[in-house]
C-alpha cells in the first residue's frame, strides 16, 4: 500500500483546512482506499469518557467517502447532498479507521455507504450513508 498526501487524491477537494486540522490521511491498494484519523487530543468532545467529538467522526467519515469518489470520478470535485450518521458506540481517544463503498455511481449522483472502526473492522464505532452529486454529470472512468 501507499501512502498519498491529501491533496493529490482529489487536488481542492481534500485540502480542505478542516481535513488537514483533523489530520485525515489515506492508503490506496488498487481501488481500495482505507482512511486514517489519527488521534490528537483537540478531537476530544467528552474528556469524560474521552471520546472522540460526534461531528470529528461524521467528517471523517464524510472525506473518506468524497475520497472514494474521486477515485472513481473524472471532473472536479463531488458535492455532498445529504449524509446520515448512525453512532455504533463510542469512539475512544485513539486512532480511527474507516473505508468506504459505492452503492451506485450514476451519471449525476452517487451514494456511497462508509464506515469507522478503531480497534477491529467487526466492531464499527459509526456508519454514514451519503449522497453526492457529481460535478458535470460525468460518471465511471474505470
Keep these: 500500500m501507499s501512502e498519498l498526501e491529501v491533496p493529490k487524491l482529489a487536488s481542492p477537494l ?3 483546512p478542516y481535513a488537514r486540522f483533523l489530520g ?5 491498494d488498487g481501488t481500495v482506499l482505507r482512511a486514517l484519523l489519527p488521534f490528537s487530543q483537540h478531537l476530544i468532545g467528552n474528556p469524560l469518557l474521552p471520546a472522540l467529538h460526534g461531528g470529528v467522526v461524521a467528517a471523517f467519515l464524510e472525506l473518506t467517502a468524497l475520497a472514494q469518489l474521486s477515485l472513481h470520478t473524472d ?7 445529504d449524509t446520515t ?4 458506540r463510542s469512539a475512544r481517544a485513539q486512532d480511527t479507521h474507516a473505508r ?15 464506515v469507522a472502526w478503531q480497534s ?3 466492531a464499527p464505532v ?4 451519503g449522497h453526492f452529486l457529481l460535478s458535470g454529470g460525468k460518471g465511471v472512468i474505470s
Excluded: C, N
Aim: zero cysteines.
Design 14 to 16: 481534500l485540502d480542505w
Design 24 to 28: 485525515f490521511r489515506a492508503e490506496i
Design 75 to 81: 471532473g472536479g470535485a463531488p458535492r455532498t447532498i
Design 85 to 88: 450518521i448512525d453512532y455504533l
Design 100 to 114: 468506504a463503498e459505492i452503492i451506485r455511481l450514476g451519471r449525476r449522483v452517487a451514494h456511497v455507504r462508509a
Design 120 to 122: 477491529y473492522e467487526t
Design 126 to 129: 459509526a456508519t454514514m450513508r
